[in-house]
């Protein structure tokens, strides 16, 4: 759903990731983020666009502008780390966004896992608006395997009941490929991504049967009526329900974060981001038995080749990153104009 | 799918759990299990058949013994425990069966958690042919939070793929709740568990569409043709197909064991049980910020009734463990004759 934009279709200029990051930044810093704060999201968005996730990438802009607009969120939080166990790392973003709490545990979380074969990475008073993968791709790039999960806020009716309670409550984890990129895939337990909800809203298209429900609880495909009031499904009935479930308990009963359902942002009006929590695992693969991980993980996608995979998952992603290395990030002329007048202006 | 199994609505005699184990240990002892891996899988397809799990209880037994027959699995099999790190156990099961693998490693990866945080247990060498939820469900009873996943053979088609690769690679969770029962779920990434094709199968019942292939590639719901050549599918898509592919890498990449399409049971006919490996990961959540764990998870299961929803996963076999607990466990004369025999023939 995510993949063409019209904004790509359109393009007007290339830019390269550092000058696309230096104009989020600028953005950012304008509207209240810490220039480090600023810098962490501006990569993070930049990457997601350089990578064809649009629904992660410049579209996010607005939302973030508003929410700190709103005062809801922290742009200037400093995250802080607790060292609780030989392989347990608490982060209190101090209602700042999870990306710079993850960035300020990183490191002790790696050191953590490779002494000790596994470790978990426990963020809590985050906000998260932004794609999951480029939180846990780093770790494989490095060798190592990685798990993250983050819970958001109240859009999702769990399988069985009449109103929705869960997050979009993504998945995303990553693996080191011998030969080759990680092993990554980001899936929202939501049928579908909200940001993708929203871009089909902005676009004025109808999403396929089975994607969510309106304000009364009615099917619907009207991305409209699922952002008024309406919810989605989890994907996969009662299983992605469970897995929805899951990243509930681990994101804010393990973390000490808020629930999708705990967080009232009513006196802020324009606060766009979830106000939670999110767990990352990381393990080292070379306390494994047997052969090295990533000759072994090169296997496994060199047998799924073998019985007709054409794609693997991420693998839009690495190419479309290829693509934006070679020429630079296609932004659409219109897009850019905005970007650089909230620069400035 | 596998709630009502004939066998209990014509039970005949009820059994205390010790008599069943005790029954199912004299079984597997007669084919070639030692004592103690023989009480091992009794009590865990006791329990399974305690709490209604009829796909996973004594309906298993026949593929326990031919597997045992064939020679393919050694029910003797001494599983030797590896102390790689801090947080970080290996199990070689010795071509033996996964839950007395657990068995002996289990202590070692408790006192782990409980000290770094969070603690893994790599099995390899292993042949699981049972239900997932019984590995994890007494770590949430002892305060921890507990994720295991399996693989097993090829019988899943990857998404977007022509042929079977992946196993059903079923991923299950258990986590503490203050009052109530440990919330625990155990899902197949494949649309359905094998066991519930073969219960089918059996029954003569066809499914219902979308859950597996034939061997020609064709979508079928009789589960005969997706049992003889044919294949099932992922749940939920290519997000069922990721986390089963993740399954593939945690459970053979990282334990040293073999992907479920790696294993070569030809020479061993009757041989039914993968010979694959298996990961658990287990948390103590009293490192974890915020309030107490067992507390919050216990403000989710209400909410999650209050927004309507009427059975949690695991809750169905709650209940049935209650009512086998008061009575008896239910099983039907001709079935119980036949294990009878099994135990003295």
């Known amino acids: 759903m995510s993949a063409s934009s019209p904004l790509v279709e359109t393009p007007c200029e290339y830019l390269s990731l550092?000058?696309?990051?230096?104009?989020?930044?600028?953005?950012?810093?304008?509207?209240?983020?810490?220039?480090?704060?600023?810098?962490?999201?501006?990569?993070?968005?930049?990457?997601?666009?350089?990578?064809?996730?649009?629904?992660?990438?410049?579209?996010?802009?607005?939302?973030?502008?508003?929410?700190?607009?709103?005062?809801?969120?922290?742009?200037?939080?400093?995250?802080?780390?607790?060292?609780?166990?030989?392989?347990?790392?608490?982060?209190?973003?101090?209602n700042g966004f999870a990306q710079p709490a993850l960035a300020v545990g990183r490191e002790l979380l790696v050191r953590k896992a490779r002494a000790a074969g596994i470790a978990v990475l426990a963020i809590r008073n985050s906000h998260h608006f932004a794609a999951l993968w480029p939180d846990v791709e780093p770790f494989a790039e490095e060798g190592l395997v990685a798990l993250s999960v983050v819970n958001s806020m109240t859009c999702v009716v769990p399988h069985g009941a009449d109103r929705p309670l869960f997050g979009?409550?993504?998945?995303?984890?990553?693996?080191p490929q011998a030969k080759g990129q990680p092993i990554v895939f980001d899936l929202a337990t939501s049928t579908i991504a909200h940001g993708d909800v929203q871009i089909a809203a902005s676009k004025g298209e109808r999403l396929p049967p089975g994607i969510g429900v309106d304000s009364l609880g009615q099917p619907t495909q009207d991305p409209r009526a699922i952002l008024e009031g309406g919810a989605l499904l989890p994907f996969g009935g009662h299983k992605g329900s469970a897995l929805s479930m899951m990243v509930e308990l681990l994101c804010a009963g393990l973390t000490g974060g808020h629930f999708s359902f705990e967080f009232d942002?009513?006196?802020?009006?324009?606060?766009?981001?979830?106000?939670?929590?999110?767990?990352?695992?990381?393990?080292?693969?070379?306390?494994?038995?047997?052969?090295?991980?990533?000759?072994?993980?090169?296997?496994?996608?060199?047998?799924?080749?073998?019985?007709?995979?054409?794609?693997?998952?991420g693998e839009r992603r690495h190419?479309?990153?290829?693509?934006?290395?070679?020429?630079?990030?296609?932004?659409?002329?219109?897009?850019?104009?905005?970007?650089?007048?909230?620069?400035?202006?």
């Open 18 to 94: 550092p000058a696309l990051v230096q104009l989020l930044q600028a953005i950012l810093q304008r509207h209240g983020c810490s220039a480090e704060v600023a810098r962490c999201l501006a990569q993070n968005c930049a990457v997601a666009e350089r990578d064809g996730s649009h629904s992660h990438g410049i579209f996010r802009i607005p939302g973030y502008i508003s929410t700190l607009d709103s005062g809801w969120v922290d742009g200037r939080a400093l995250p802080v780390v607790e060292d609780v166990a030989p392989a347990f790392v608490r982060v209190d973003a101090a």
């Open 168 to 175: 979009t409550n993504p998945i995303a984890f990553a693996a």
């Open 265 to 313: 942002w009513s006196n802020h009006p324009g606060a766009k981001t979830p106000w939670t929590g999110q767990l990352l695992i990381v393990i080292d693969p070379s306390k494994g038995g047997g052969q090295d991980f990533a000759e072994r993980s090169q296997e496994l996608v060199r047998q799924m080749h073998a019985v007709g995979l054409k794609r693997l998952p």
């Open 319 to 345: 190419w479309q990153r290829a693509r934006s290395q070679e020429r630079g990030i296609a932004i659409a002329c219109e897009r850019l104009e905005q970007l650089r007048a909230l620069a400035q202006g």
